[in-house]
């Protein structure tokens, strides 16, 4: 049986939170609802030593990303080719449209840097209308998508 161990950041909204070990640290990225209307506008970054017993640091780069629908985590970060990739939704044109693969050039408890590697379409079956979360785990990687359906009236 599961049990709650902790509350990670206590008094905040937040979606779509993605924690991960990177050099010593582990790292927490984060859709936040501080100072704007929607989750989408705005990407937090935290920081700890300890995931169990939190000291969630925040960045002070924060956001490290603002202003547009193409922030939200679609995915826990990976490495592909030696580089750190960040997975992140494009709802630009509609929620779940696609992913983009963003290289982080820079990540310390000091800098953050980003750079766009690729998008990823849905492509690989004409049917498909969408896709936003990717997860790559040693030799998988494991897509979703979306399936537009017109409604019965």
Not at 41 to 54: A, G, H, S, Y
Not at 55 to 70: A, F, I, L, T
Request: net charge neutral; proline share 6%; glycine share 6%.
């Amino acid at each position: 049986k599961w049990e709650k161990h902790s509350n990670l950041i206590k008094n905040i909204e937040a979606v779509d939170s993605t924690p991960f070990y990177h050099e010593g640290l582990w790292y927490l990225f984060t859709s936040t609802r501080r100072d704007c209307k929607k989750f989408g506008d705005r990407l937090d970054l935290f920081f700890t030593e300890d995931i169990l017993n939190p000291n969630w640091q925040e960045h002070p780069m924060n956001p490290v990303c603002r202003g547009s629908q193409q922030f939200r985590m679609a995915g826990k970060p990976f490495i592909y080719k030696g580089q750190l990739v960040r997975p992140s939704q494009d709802s630009l044109k509609r929620y779940g449209g696609n992913i983009e693969l963003k290289t982080i050039t820079q990540l310390s408890p000091a800098a953050y840097e980003e750079k766009l590697l690729e998008v990823v379409l849905p492509n690989w079956n004409q049917a498909d209308d969408g896709c936003h979360t990717i997860n790559v785990e040693d030799n998988f990687v494991v897509l979703d998508a979306i399936r537009l359906t017109p409604k019965n009236n």
